[in-house]
């Protein structure tokens, strides 16, 4: 019996190892969780310390170490990479964003938004950096290279989030910055200055 247990706490503690290692998280975590479950398991597996006389409580103690193994991956998801998946996202930014020359079914692209007043600009104005407060109230810093803005709408690449992104103007707080010279702009002059020319 004794075997048995040792030999399913060494399988169980190598399960746990592996699905430390896989998260996307730091090395000090890594090795700390790592040293607890091989503790643990080791422990209840009876090589860590002196072996209990109760084979009970060593099973019982390695399920419930499984099932916490098992209930924190339940709902992992490995980060996608899939380049097919990126580059179909950015064709279809490129579209609406009106970057390519090419046309659908036969006709001239749509235009994404009426006016685009960032179209023809300097891209030194175009390439900007603001604090913005979504929907939720949330802030966040962003860098963004602007692509579109009708007045209203500022739209372009968010590097933060590594997509294409519409900000509304009047959730950016605080001013503007430019991002090549540091110069920091009111939002209505910012604005003022991509309409003006």
């Not at 890594?30 to 310390?49: D, E, M, N, P």
């Not at 950015?90 to 179209?119: C, M, P, Q, W």
């Not at 739209?155 to 910055?177: A, N, P």
Request: net charge positive; charged share 25%.
């Amino acid at each position: 019996m004794d075997t048995i247990l040792v030999l399913c706490s060494l399988v169980i503690a190598a399960y746990a190892i592996r699905s430390i290692c896989i998260k996307q998280q730091s090395l000090g975590k890594k090795v700390g969780k790592s040293i607890f479950s091989v503790w643990y398991f080791l422990t209840a597996g009876g090589l860590a310390v002196e072996p209990s006389a109760n084979a009970l409580a060593s099973i019982i103690m390695m399920i419930i170490g499984a099932a916490v193994v098992w209930y924190c991956n339940r709902d992992y998801k490995k980060p996608h990479t899939n380049s097919k998946n990126l580059i179909s996202e950015h064709s279809d930014a490129l579209k609406d964003f009106e970057l390519s020359t090419g046309t659908k079914g036969g006709a001239k692209a749509k235009a994404y938004r009426s006016v685009n007043y960032a179209k023809g600009k300097s891209e030194e104005l175009k390439a900007v950096a603001f604090s913005y407060v979504n929907s939720k109230g949330e802030s966040s810093f962003r860098d963004v290279d602007v692509k579109s803005f009708d007045g209203q709408y500022v739209e372009g690449y968010c590097h933060l989030s590594r997509k294409f992104k519409t900000f509304r103007l009047d959730r950016i707080d605080g001013d503007i910055i430019i991002r090549e010279t540091g110069e920091s702009l009111d939002v209505n002059d910012w604005s003022a200055t991509i309409v003006r020319g």
